[in-house]
């Protein structure tokens, strides 16, 4: 006679790794000694310390936290299909974690004993149930960490992802060499390479070249005292150089100056010493265009003198994310690198625009970064958000400096779009007059805003409030900042309409958890992932952190994390929020890197049955914190 209930927890199970690799008779002999748990929400699974059970477990429905002692801090969510509690089948010890039923669940109990022999029979399984046990990532979302539970401690480092076939790209190179004649004195030529900012010359006769000199000669040989700034390069020049033909790989560069223990290659035309160079390769350009080593890529934007040459760095950097996300490195430190390499793009385009201009600025003044960008969440390449604030001027000066600070601001802007930002379909840049305003302007708008917090005035002010400071003046950014706060104070209704904005989109799901998608227009049938998933979570968590008059802190995920220890009696709800920003944000990211577009819009079918079910896990929070803003802010429902 058939057991049915040991068939439907096998056709369960299957779906999963690491028991999708098994037989089908296996699993089911495995499903007749399975135990099937309820737990109510809150309830304990095992705690920290607890001796090690005989069952480890897979979430059959609901979800379950894990918890680290002794802060208590949210590890990991586990849910439909995770396994956890593996301890007491890898090592004779202790749980390390607390496991809690994070809404009413039923779990799977499988015995270690049945399971352990599979271990031996399964070459899969058993390398899944060691990486699951070890495994730092916290990635949802990842085919190859599906269902594992993450290790007890989080990835502190980035481990540098390598780009892949390294030996078939070929190298770029500086065509532009910097060179002198074997005569030229140290004075003359620490004096070039200081003017062009680079870090060797070329000593070349007639084009042929006989040694280079680099940073590290003036400092062995002319800083050491071994020489006087007068000598000439060609007792200084480290020599011969080594030289080789253009059509030269990455790997190839690379093997050659870790053979030779040298920072630089000449390029000539048939790679001997005996034709003229044509190009100079340092280790700083071969990193570069491996696109693995953030320092290598601030130093490459820093020495760009036109703004074209930031657009390869810039994909470079595309390129680096897209290894961070492979290598499944934590949100939060891709969040912070990504962030800090766009901020010094748009530096350097301020820098070069700056440079540009007739005149310099007749006042102080400074850019910010809005939106995204300004929450430090932009990591694709979506449209632009910024503004500009001036000091203050004479009523008779103020035409004239406005008109200044408009033709600096297209410039940017103009520069943006050349390396991959599209213009704000809204208009909300700083070349828009009115986003280029001076101090007291924007006080007034501000306040005005407040004051009038119609739909309009709390739509522009939620994408203002979110701005991050890039270049300039700080001391004006941090003004406007303590002017808002003072406002938020004095028009307590604003708060309410803030409020009752962030409350606008609902649920991401509907009814037995289906996703909402959109209705008509080109996304028909399409899930818009910012609006009804990450937008939710960003306006809660900005009306909040308002609330407490906390500055300085414009990611959303940090905001929560704030939040936490502002409110402890909600802080296991703003990690949870936390988490799943960073979850929702990851998963945006490799949708868009894999389509080339903003990854904004999904279409379902194109996910698999586990990402469905991890997307849908982000979204859990989302009603719990709608709830909860109503509440706090007594919202009324018409202006919902």
């Not at 002198?180 to 620490?190: D, F, G, K, Q, V």
């Not at 599209?422 to 828009?432: D, I, K, V």
């Not at 005035?457 to 808002?484: A, M």
């Not at 004095?490 to 209705?519: C, D, I, M």
């Amino acid at each position: 006679m058939k057991n049915i209930i040991s068939e439907r927890v096998a056709d369960f199970l299957e779906k999963f790794p690491p028991f999708s690799e098994m037989h089908e008779k296996d699993l089911l002999d495995i499903s007749t000694e399975i135990s099937i748990i309820y737990k109510e929400k809150g309830s304990i699974v095992f705690s920290t310390n607890e001796e090690a059970h005989e069952n480890f477990y897979v979430v059959h429905k609901g979800a379950v936290d894990l918890k680290m002692p002794p802060s208590d801090s949210l590890v990991d969510i586990c849910d439909e299909g995770d396994i956890f509690g593996l301890r007491p089948l890898m090592a004779n010890e202790n749980y390390r974690l607390e496991a809690k039923a994070r809404e009413d669940t039923i779990l799977y109990g499988i015995p270690i004993s049945t399971f352990k022999p599979y271990i031996q029979t399964y070459e899969e399984l058993g390398n899944f149930i060691i990486e699951s046990f070890a495994s730092n990532t916290r990635n949802p979302y990842s085919k190859d960490h599906s269902g594992k539970l993450v290790g007890s401690f989080p990835l502190e480092f980035p481990q540098q992802p390598v780009a892949p076939q390294l030996d078939l790209q070929p190298l770029p190179y500086t065509k532009k060499m910097i060179s002198c004649t074997p005569m030229a004195t140290a004075r003359s030529i620490a004096k070039l390479m200081s003017k062009k900012k680079v870090g060797s010359v070329l000593v070349v006769d007639n084009g042929l070249p006989l040694g280079i000199i680099t940073d590290w000669d003036f400092r062995t040989k002319i800083v050491a005292g071994n020489h006087p700034v007068t000598a000439a390069a060609g007792d200084i020049m480290t020599s011969p150089v080594i030289t080789y033909p253009p059509k030269l790989t990455i790997t190839q560069a690379q093997m050659a100056m870790m053979k030779s223990s040298i920072g630089h290659i000449c390029l000539t035309e048939d790679g001997t010493t005996n034709t003229r160079a044509v190009g100079i390769v340092s280790m700083h350009d071969i990193l570069v265009a491996m696109g693995n080593d953030p320092a290598a890529l601030v130093k490459a934007i820093k020495r760009c003198r036109k703004v074209k040459r930031l657009k390869p760095i810039r994909n470079s950097i595309t390129a680096l994310l897209k290894g961070y996300l492979d290598h499944n490195i934590p949100m939060s430190i891709i969040v912070k690198i990504i962030s800090e390499l766009n901020d010094t793009c748009i530096k350097q385009i301020i820098h070069l625009s700056l440079k540009k201009m007739p005149a310099p600025p007749p006042v102080s003044f400074a850019w910010m970064a809005m939106g995204s960008q300004g929450r430090g969440e932009q990591l694709l390449h979506t449209d632009q958000d910024n503004a500009l604030v001036f000091n203050d001027v004479k009523e008779d000066r103020l035409e004239e400096t406005t008109q200044y600070f408009l033709d600096l601001a297209s410039r940017i802007t103009n520069g943006l779009l050349e390396i991959g930002y599209e213009y704000c379909p809204a208009g909300m840049m700083a070349s828009n007059p009115h986003w280029c305003i001076s101090l007291s302007g924007w006080k007034l708008k501000i306040t005005r805003w407040m004051a009038n917090p119609g739909k309009e005035e709390v739509l522009l002010s939620s994408i203002f409030f979110d701005y991050n400071f890039i270049y300039g003046d700080k001391s004006l950014t941090e003004e406007i900042s303590e002017h808002i706060f003072g406002e938020v104070e004095k028009y307590p209704a604003f708060s309410l309409h803030l409020a009752a904005g962030a409350l606008q989109n609902p649920s991401p799901t509907g009814f037995f958890r289906q996703f909402l998608v959109e209705q008509d227009g080109k996304y028909k049938d399409f899930f818009d992932l910012k609006r009804r998933g990450l937008m939710p979570l960003t306006d809660a968590a900005r009306v909040l952190i308002l609330s407490y008059k906390t500055k300085q802190i414009n990611n959303t995920a940090a905001r929560f994390e704030k939040l936490a220890e502002l409110d402890p009696n909600n802080g296991e709800l703003y990690l949870s929020c936390a988490y799943a920003v960073k979850a929702l944000l990851k998963f945006r990211t490799k949708q868009g890197l894999a389509h080339q577009d903003p990854g904004r819009y999904i279409a379902l079918d194109r996910l698999t049955k586990e990402e469905k079910i991890k997307l849908k896990s982000s979204f859990k929070t989302i009603k719990e914190l709608q709830e909860l803003l109503a509440i706090r802010f007594n919202v009324p429902k018409l202006l919902v």
